[in-house]
Each structure stands twice: as structure tokens, then as C-alpha cells.
């Protein structure tokens, strides 16, 4: 039967997947209690609807950094996602064009940007710190020249989060997906017990970051510069005086560190901090068009969508769609019924914590 | 054995119906969180009893709209009932004569209204806001000539809620039970898969619904005009400010928004913006007299109920006086415990919020 | 094996009693959710102990009612216990004597309190408000000659509680057990479906009982009166007002209000209300030393247990002392380890409420 | 499989020893409430990660009651480690010395203090208050002459827990694992139902310990006097007043008072009243470098493990190993994570409380 849900499609993508792979995708690290606890915080905002108010041509688009969107939503940066489907990156990006919103390029991707490129779609390119710096002003070159709106620089990847999953798994990468050094590197990685691409991904990780690059990176792109994986108020506070031109809350997905709140719970400080400086895009856990409501409602300026996507990728470049037209369909659902014509009534929406409901379990989506 | 509670109703409702219109009647929009926040938040309520009150002879009297009603309680607005049994909103309202309480008549009911009055029950009228606006004012006519007391707007269907049950069991109604347009397009509806009901009724309601058209509805009839769905408390002093006659803090049972708040926790807020101008009125998941208790005791003016009476229903007219004499007796049994003499004294009872309570499985009934 | 918790006597409780006996004493009414709540909020409160206090020889003596208590507990009254064991009150009479804690005679008790005084338990009398009037005024006389210390009045019970396992198990009390008047009585409620103790109950309680009624009944004897089922502060107010002697703060182990709170949570606002102006004693829920200690900690004057007397009972004579030895003994650990010497250490304890614990599920005991 | 976490070395553990001595280890006193909210309480406290902070180089090192130890643990004092393994505290004290961290000598251990003094290690004394003050003088000589670096009293021991488990089991500890007086006591006790353990220590324990003996402990030693087993915020502050040189959180694990607080809850109260006075240590609950981190966060000078190290310890002197490589693996992890170079910084971390994770099910570990 067609999936009507995000979880619809999880579950098929987790019986076509290959166990490991499903694990790589869904998992998160440690005992997965950041992963958790992003859904349940989720599912406890509860919004208040307000009626009587004219929805019958209730508008999702919006402007995300810049650049129109048909909906506040973007793909976040997921590296190699040719692991799930072999159109990988090039499906995606063509379902973003097709849906009108933007795609963000991983560092780690098993598809040259400038073939992304010619997919038409709005690319931001997503940095890692590399140890290798020439690396990273090559990809912020590609990124230029691919036509780029924006560079993200992911700044919660000091090193491999512990994903216990992975690790017992002895989880490889299969030849092919990575190029140059990086492929190397894997392949090296891939000859002994545990997560090879951890091992991997933590050789070439410079957890020497600090705000001083901030400045270096600023001074050496053209392109907005938006900084991912900020939880911390203090963080948010810095970020907009170093003059960044936005912001992801994110804690990856619950990839990185077990034991972070939940981005939904960290959003109020962190907009409090940044006093509308700057935009706040927020990810980690949504699933619904409720969900990217509920953010709208708290305040966010968009939401990045992360597993949804590789979800949905199982089916190619048409899954890809499928997820977004269940999140672009369920959005304008909730905005309908919470009397929202557009995103601007959504901020004006009340919400109330809820914790009558169950947590979710340790979930599968 | 005999039923002693509306969960008892509710089981043998679940193993009489067909599963598809068991789960059209007690099926919830979305993830259901709704449906089940409402059953949790009222089980939290606990209500500290008084003693020593005289309470041999406790009366469950009071007005509902302006007309006397033996106990704080109507039959909540259900379209088509005939689906759940041959005598349908006939039944309900032959109950409802007897145990001396309103029926709410739906728009969509699946027995003419004029039949309904036969019953000598006291009705009130409920609207949707048509596109087809003549069908609204035919609405209007054909309640005033039934003698209703009043007319009930429900604000909260600019479209049908996303019930998933429904489009996975591509429900359709059998032939029969609506009747004009209604009927052709439900037909024509039915040929696809999916919910038939939520895709008819998507073409038939108008959602640019907004505040004008309540003045424009509150000149067109000399019925009080009561708005059914509001959560928001800015809405509910809007309401008041509009001069309506009595609002129904309403969910729609869980079947319209998922992720709004339970109504019973939306009910103190809505109470302070009204302040008293006119009755406040409240619906979904109450499924006791205990429930209707707690209810009056923070301050609501009645409750309406839902699917209890359908559940009631599969046993046709007997069925539904069974619930409501279930209600009526666990009513008086909680206002003989905690000392109310009449629904005056429910109104001064303390309560207190406890989170002890396991939440309600999302649940059967 | 030597039950070693209330818990473990319960069980064995389970197996040895007739299922319908055995849900008539472990039952409560409605949901069941009071009765549940007793258990959750006493085990959410977490004592913090006291260290380098000496605690070589910890004394649990205390006062109740003016009569030296070897612990701060006395048993409830409880109907008709020869249902549990042929020697029925006489056997609790007899442990309570050895264990040097007060009895009470339940105004439904199995054998005649001439009988009970003979033991040289130290009595009270509990008294329901009898429609006729002179079963009251006996009762009075009655217990003055047995020498009872005091004259414990159940106020809440207007009517018989709902209690749905007693009502599903068409329970009747086995013939014998009661005389007089009710023993016709209940002959006559036995014969139709339901519960024929709640019908037979209802027919002689007088729900007119008001504060009125409580000067007479001061006037009426020279014996302290105790007011049994305070919940709100309110009453407890008044009652300090009419200058009772005492209050019991109770809500009957929720076999009669279901939808009250938990007795330990009403308790603060109750102690607040008296003022000290009389003692608040408390039952309900407490199954454990570590609970009585948690009452004392929180200012109760001490604890009168149910449920748990009944399940040693199975055991006669010897099981009551297990039963009470076993509270007496986690009593003296629970002092021990939290630095208290006497009661008066117990009352300077602090405490926090945790709400880290799961829920009891609907409990066995 | 290589174990990954305390949970797995835990597992395994569960999984090698006689069921009667996993229970020993791992179980608690009464319903273990104290034992799964440690649990519970750890992990509901979520660490907002800071970023941009260069941690190429994070380190762990610390001073430990005037001590350098490599990472902010030492181990607890616990009693007859040969019960786990032939090597007991000497694979224990080694695996410490290689690890570089301070090994408590327990006053009830299964080697002599001067074979452990032979080993390198870092060492602490613990004492008990015995009756038998001889042998606590006795032990403090021990204690200098082997070179122990600190004494730790351990006050929350007037008596020994009610731990059912052992009670239940029977549980005698083998004979060869205490000497002199304590083994003829220990076969003494084993020759009766019940813990055997139980009854031969509240033989030996003298419960009049009180502050007056802090005074008399602390001119008779000229090293450090640790308190072990404060929770409320009352004895911290006097254990402050009466200049001891440090104290611990504790509750022993949960196997002392089921009814407590956890440690982590009562943590911030007892800083404040200790205001820098002396150092405050924590322990009981601890499994994860994460929570290690936790504890560090919210202000405490280092963290006390229990039984993850006799988890190991099966394993001998390479399974301790273990378990304190993965707690510093896991440790340098949530650090390098959360933006910290150093514990300092941890001690600027902002946490919050999160109340949407389920507690953690009576648990294995
Ligand atoms: C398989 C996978 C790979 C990812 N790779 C990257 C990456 O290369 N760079 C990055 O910044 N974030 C990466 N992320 C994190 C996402 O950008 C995003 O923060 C996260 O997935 C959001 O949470 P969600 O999956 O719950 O939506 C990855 C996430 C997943 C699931
Ligand atoms: C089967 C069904 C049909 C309904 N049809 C209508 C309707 O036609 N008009 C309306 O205003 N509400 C309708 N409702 C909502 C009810 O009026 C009411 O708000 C809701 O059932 C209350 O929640 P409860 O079922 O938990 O008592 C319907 C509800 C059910 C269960
Ligand atoms: C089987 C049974 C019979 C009882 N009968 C009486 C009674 O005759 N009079 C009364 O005041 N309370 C009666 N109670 C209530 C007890 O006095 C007491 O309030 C209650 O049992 C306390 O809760 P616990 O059982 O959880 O300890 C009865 C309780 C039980 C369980
Ligand atoms: C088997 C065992 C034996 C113990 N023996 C002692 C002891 O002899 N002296 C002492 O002060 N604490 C003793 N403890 C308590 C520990 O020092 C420590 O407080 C507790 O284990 C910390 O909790 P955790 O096990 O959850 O880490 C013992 C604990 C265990 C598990």
C-alpha cells in the first residue's frame, strides 16, 4: 500500500536495506537517548490551533538563506548516499529541484557537486573541518564554482560520535563510494574489527576548530556561511557576534553525542541568545509536517531533513519525492488546521508542553 | 454480562461493527496523540472530595444553552449514525427525549432532521460551512422550522483531518445514508482508494470560513449561535467579543488536528479570556461521569459527548440509553463522593494535576 | 519461604483466598487510578537520611489518641473480617495486643466488640452513619463499655464506592457473617446479579451526615472523635473548628472515590489547614515501614493500615504479627538508615519528590 | 565480541558468576527504587555541548584528595573482592596503578592491605565503625604504614541494608574469603536462613557512631578524613564545619536505604551548603564516562565507581582494565563532544533536566 507516513517509509526502507546499512542510517550513538529524546520532545509540544482565519490557500514557501523555498525545509548533508541507492546524491538533488527546495552537498559525498549542479537544484555545500586543509579549500572552491548558495560548516564533528551499531557491526563501506585520499583511507580503515569509517572519518577530523577559523573561513568565501550543530546559547551568542549568516541547532541526528538535549528543547535559549541576528534552522528528529510546524512555531526559520530523505532514497529519485510530498502534504494539513495561510501566522501560534504522552520507544524511525 | 462502563460499551462496540467503521468511529487524525492526550489529561485531574455535606439526594440539573437538561450533558454532533445501526440518529435522539438531554443534530446527519423532532427531544442544529452556501441557509431554515434551540457552527473542518485508518482501509460509506449532493459525491468519491469520506468532504467545506461569516450567520438566524472547536484562548475572547451565544472547547475528538493540546487542558485559559460572557461548553475523550465531573469542576458549562453514544448506538436505541444511564449513574456516584449536592457545589471543588498515572495506551476506546 | 515484604504475604494472600474474596479485599473502585496512585506517590517521595546521629537503639514508640503506641501505626477498621479467616477480628485483636497497637472495630465487624475487648487490645470504635439512627447510638454504648479509647467516624461514605470486580463477581458475603438486621439484609440484597454488600450498604448508610451531626455525635459520648476520610484542607479546617480529635486523612484505599488524589499528596495541605490542632493520622496505600516513615517525615502522626492486616490474616493470628513484624522490623531499618532515634528525628527529614519512578502497574497489592 | 560498554562487561559478568553472587554485586536494599533512580536520574541530565574550542588534545587529568590522577575516578571501597575472582583487590589495585587512579581499600577486604601497597597504587583506607574500636584503630595503623593517601569513613552503614536478594538466597560467603574474628563471625552467621552476610555485619557494626567520633578519628590520623555516605545538605555542611577533608555523595549504591534520593539529585544541594569548603565526590550509579562527565558538570571534584569495576573483575586485573579503558575511552569522548579540553571546562557546562526519557527498568547493571 502507498506510505502515507515518514514511518511508512522507514519501515520499507528498513526491510530493503541490508541490516548494516539500516543500522548506519537510523542509528546514533551511544544508547541512542539523544535519539529518542529528539522525537519525544517533538511529540509533547502541542500547538494550539486557531480558527476562523481564511486557509483556503494556505502557503508553505518561504526564504531560506536567501534563496526562495517552496516549503522551510532543505536536505540536510548526508555523506555517501550512493549506500542506498545507486543514483545515491544525483536522486536526491534532482527530487529537491523538482520540490524547489535547497540540497545540501555533504563533504563526504559519493557524487561530484558540479554533476549536482547541472541538476539545477539549490545546492549549499557542507564543510568538515579536514585535518588535510587543502581539502577544504578545494571543496570551498567547488562549492563557488558549482554555483553554491551557502557554505555549511558542520562544527560537531571533533570526532566519530561512538555509534555502538556500527561498531559491532564491523560496518564497512563498500569500494566505490569514496574517491582520492578518502578511499584510501577506508579501504585502510576496513581491514580490522569496528566501524571502519569511524576510524577513518576520526584520522582525517581537525579537532583543533575553534573560532579563529571562523574568521579564516569568512575571509576566504564569498558565500554565506552558516554554522552546524550549535546547542548552546552561549555558542548561538558567539556565532551571530563572529557575524555568521546563520545558524543549524542540530546535534546530528543524536549521531555525535549521546547526552545532548534535544534540538527542539535547546531552540527557545538559542533564539533568546541570537535576538533574530542571524536565521536559526534547526534538524535532528523530524518526521512530520507537524513536526516542522511545531519549529516554526517555536521559532526556527526552516528545518533541515536528514534520514527522512535516505528513507525515501531506497526508492530513487521517486522515493525521494514520495518523502517530500508526504512532509509538503502534511504540512499544509497542519497549517490548514491550525489556521495558518502562511509561515508567518505559523510563529504566531501558542504551544504547550505536554507530558501526558508516552515516550516513544528506543524507535525505529 | 452487562456493561457496566463505557469501556464495556466500547468492547462490544469493537467486536459487533465491521472493523472498518469501528475504526472510522474511534479512529483519531494523524499518530492518534491527540485521541489519547485527551483520555490522559483527564485521568490526571483528580479531584479532592468534600464530606460532610448532605448529599442524599444529589441533582444533576442544570440549563445547557437555556434549556433545562437533566444532567450537564448532549449528544456531541456525529454525521451519518445509520452507520451504525438501521435507526441511527432516530435512536440517539428517542434516547436522548428520554434521559432528558440535547442532541445535536449533524450536517451531515443521515436522517432528516424534521423526523428528528418528532422525537420531541431538544435539538440544536450543527453547521459545517459549505461552499455550496444555499445548502448553509437550507441548513438554517430546516433547524428553525424543527424547532431547534440552537445552531452549532464547528470552525474546525477547513478540511478533513489526516485519519489514517480511513485512507488505509479506503473507507467508503455504504449507499444509502447521505442523500442530494452529498450522496452523488461520495459515490463519485468512492471509486478511488483511499478515505472516500475525507475526499468528499474536502470538496464539500468551505475553509475560507473566517470571522465575518459569523456575523453574516448570527444575522441570518435567530437561533443562539454556538462555535464548536475552539482551543485558543485568543479565539475564545474573539468569540465573545462576537457576541455568540456559547462556545464548545472541542478537538473534534482527536479527528481533526493531531498535536493539538487535550481539551481539558486547554479549558482553564479559554475560561479566564471569556470571563464569564457567555457559557463555555467542552468535548473529547470523556468517557465517565467522573470525566463530566471534572470537567464541571474546572469550570465548564457542559460536555458533549461523542463516540460513547455510537458505541451505545450498535445496540440501537436501548443501547444508547444504557450508556447514558452509565454516565448518569457514575455522575451522581462522583458527585455523591465528593460531596456536591448539586453542579454548583462541582464548580467549588479543588483539584490537582498528578503525573503519577501511567498514560492511557493509545487506546481502544 | 518466610515472607519477607507486605508484598510477598500479599501474594501468598492471592493463592490461598477465593478469587472473588481476594478482589473484594485487594479491589478498589472504578479504575482503579486512587488506588493506584497511592502506591506511585508514596514510592516517588525519597527520604534523605541523616548520618552520625547514633542510632544504636532506635525507638519507635510513639502516642496515638492519648494511648502509648509501640509504632506509629494502628490497624484500620475493616468489615467483616471472618471472610478472611474464622477467627477473623479476633485474630488481628490478639496480634495487635502482642504488637502493642491499637484495633479498630469496624461498624460491620464479624465478631461482637465484647468479644474483641476481652484480647486487652487497646480499641477504637469506627462508626458509619447508619440511617437508623439507633444502630448509632448502640454502636456508641457498645464501644464505651468495651472501653474503647476513641470513636472513629467514616465520612465518606454516602453510598457504597463502585467497585466493578465485587459488582462482575456478583460477590455476596457467604452467609454468618454479619447479624441482626444486616445479616436479613444482605440475605435479601444476595439474591440478583451485581454486588449484593454494595446494595445492602447503600441501603442502610444516610448520606444526609453533615457538621450538624457531628456536635451531636460529640455530645453523644465522653469518647475522643476521629473524623475518617478528610481529604481537602477545607474540611480539615472545619473539623479542627468543630474540635474533633483527631482527623484520618483517607481516601478509604480508594475502593470509594476514584478519582481522588493519593492521600500522601493531600497530606501537606491538610497539616497546613490543622495547624496542629488536632492529630492527622493517614492511611492509604502504605504497605511498607519505609512508607509509615514517609508519612511521619511529611508530619502525619501516624498510619493506620489496611489491606496488608487482611493479608496476614490468611495466616490467622501468626500471620497479622508476620505482617506486623515484618513493618515493625522495615520500620526500624528505614529509621536506622536515615539517623532517626525517635519519631521526633522522623519529622525533621527532608524529603524530594522524584518523579524518576515508573508508575506502579495497576498493583497486585 | 569485545565488550563495548559497562553494560556488555556487565552482561558478561552476569553470565560467569554463581547467580547468588551476581545478585550480591549487583542488587540493592529493599524494592532497589534507590538503585534504578541513580540510573534514571544519570540519564535524564542532558549536557549542552559547546563547540569551536580546539579539543585535539582533551585531557582527563585531575587531583584526587591531593593526589594526580589520570582521570577524575578512583574506585570505591568494596568489601571481599576475592569473591569475584582469585586475584580479587590485587587485579583490582594493579589494573588501578596502571590506569592511574586510586584504589579504596575496603576495611572488609579479602587481601591485606600491605600485599595492595606492594602494587603501586594509589591508595585509600576505608573504615567501618566497629564495635570493636580496637580494630578500627588497628586499620588506621594498617592504613599509614602502607602508605594510604586518604581515610574514608564510611557513615551510612549503622546497620547493613535489606538486601532481599541475599536474604532470599541464602547468601554465605564462601569460607576463606575474611580473617580472624571476622571469619569465625561470618561461619558463625552462615549456619541459619538468610544472609549470612547481613547478620555477621550488624554483629560488628557499631550504630553510635556520631560526630563526636569524627573529632576523635581525626586526631588519631594524620592523613586525609573522607566521609563516605552524606546526602543531605545539612551533614555537608557540618561535616564542613568539622574540617573533614573531603566527602562523598553516596548511598552506597542503593544497597544501603531504598528510599533515598539518588546521589546525582542530591548532588547540587550539598554543594551549595559545602560552598568550596572541602572537595565533594559522588558515587553509586556511575556507568559511563558520560556520566562521569555528568557528575563533573554539575560540580563534582570526581567520581567514586562501584560496580562496573567488579564487573571486570571477572575478567581478573585485564577485564578492570577494561572497564576503565572504555570509561576513559568514553570519557575523553562525551569531552572531546562537548567542547572540553579539560575538566575545568566540564565544570561549565550547562545541563538540563529532561523528564522525557523512560527510567531505565528495574535494571540489569
Ligand atoms: C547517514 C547520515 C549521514 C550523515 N552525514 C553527514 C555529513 O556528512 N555531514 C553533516 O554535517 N551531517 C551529516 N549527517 C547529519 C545530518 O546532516 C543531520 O544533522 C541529521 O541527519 C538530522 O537528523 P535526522 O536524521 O533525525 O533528520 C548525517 C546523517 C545521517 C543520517
Ligand atoms: C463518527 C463521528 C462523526 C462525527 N461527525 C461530526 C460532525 O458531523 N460534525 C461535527 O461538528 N462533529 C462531528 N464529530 C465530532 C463530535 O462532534 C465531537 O466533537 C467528538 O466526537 C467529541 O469527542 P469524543 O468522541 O471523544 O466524545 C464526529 C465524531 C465522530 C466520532
Ligand atoms: C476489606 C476492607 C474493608 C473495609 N471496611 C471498612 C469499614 O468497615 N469501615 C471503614 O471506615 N473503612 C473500611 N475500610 C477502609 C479502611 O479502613 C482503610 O481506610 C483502607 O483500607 C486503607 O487503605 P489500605 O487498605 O491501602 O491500607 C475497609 C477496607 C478494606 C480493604
Ligand atoms: C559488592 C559491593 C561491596 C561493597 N562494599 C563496601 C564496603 O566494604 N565499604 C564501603 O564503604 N562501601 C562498599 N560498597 C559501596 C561502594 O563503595 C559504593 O558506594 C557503591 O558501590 C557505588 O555505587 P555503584 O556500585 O553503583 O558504582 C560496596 C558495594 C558493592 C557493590
Not at 564554482?145 to 563498500?174: E, H, K, W, Y
Request: proline fraction near 5%; hydrophobic fraction near 45%.
Amino acid at each position: 500500500q502507498t506510505p502515507l507516513t515518514v514511518d511508512d517509509i522507514a519501515q520499507w526502507a528498513a526491510t530493503e536495506l541490508e541490516p548494516e546499512v539500516w543500522d548506519f542510517v537510523c542509528g546514533g550513538a551511544g544508547d541512542e537517548s539523544t535519539l529518542q529524546l529528539n522525537r519525544t520532545d517533538l511529540a509533547n509540544i502541542r500547538l494550539v490551533p486557531r480558527v476562523l482565519r481564511d486557509v483556503a490557500h494556505p502557503s508553505t514557501h518561504t526564504t531560506l538563506l536567501g534563496t526562495p523555498a517552496a516549503m522551510p525545509v532543505a536536505v540536510a548533508p548526508m555523506a555517501y548516499q550512493r549506500l542506498i541507492h545507486p543514483h545515491g546524491e544525483l536522486a536526491v538533488a534532482r527530487a529537491c529541484k523538482r520540490a524547489g527546495i535547497p540540497f545540501t552537498v555533504s563533504a563526504l559525498t559519493s557524487t561530484p557537486i558540479d554533476q549536482l549542479a547541472a541538476t539545477g537544484a539549490t545546492l549549499w555545500a557542507q564543510l568538515y573541518w579536514f585535518t588535510d586543509r587543502a581539502r577544504v579549500g578545494e571543496l570551498l572552491t567547488q562549492a563557488e564554482q558549482a554555483g553554491c548558495r551557502a557554505v555549511v560548516l558542520s562544527v560537531d564533528m571533533p570526532r566519530m560520535g561512538r555509534r555502538l551499531r556500527d561498531i559491532r557491526n564491523d560496518f564497512t563501506l563498500p569500494a566505490g563510494l569514496a574517491s582520492g585520499a578518502d578511499a584510501a583511507g577506508l579501504a585502510a580503515a576496513g581491514t580490522r574489527p569496528g566501524s571502519s569509517i569511524a576510524r577513518h572519518t576520526d584520522t582525517i577530523m581537525d579537532a583543533q576548530l575553534n573560532w579563529d577559523d571562523i574568521e579564516w573561513l569568512s575571509r576566504q568565501t564569498v558565500l554565506p556561511v552558516v554554522l552546524k550543530g550549535i546547542l548552546d546559547a552561549r555558542d548561538a551568542a558567539l556565532a551571530a557576534e563572529f557575524g555568521v549568516d546563520a545558524i543549524v541547532v542540530s546535534n546530528h541526528g543524536g549521531r555525535q553525542f549521546d547526552g545532548a538535549p534535544s534540538t527542539i528543547g535547546a531552540l527557545p535559549a538559542v533564539l533568546d541568545a541570537v535576538a533574530d541576528r542571524c536565521p536559526v534552522l534547526i534538524d535532528s528528529g523530524f518526521r512530520s509536517g507537524l513536526d516542522i510546524l511545531r519549529a516554526m512555531a517555536l521559532g526556527a526559520g526552516g528545518v533541515l531533513l536528514g534520514r527522512p530523505i535516505l528513507y525515501g532514497l531506497v526508492g530513487g529519485e521517486r522515493g525521494v519525492e514520495l518523502t517530500l510530498s508526504v512532509l509538503r502534504e502534511e504540512l499544509l494539513d497542519a497549517m490548514t488546521h491550525t489556521g495558518c495561510a502562511d509561515l508567518r501566522a505559523a510563529a504566531d501560534l501558542a504551544s504547550v508542553i505536554s507530558e501526558g504522552l508516552l515516550p516513544a520507544p528506543a524507535a525505529l524511525t
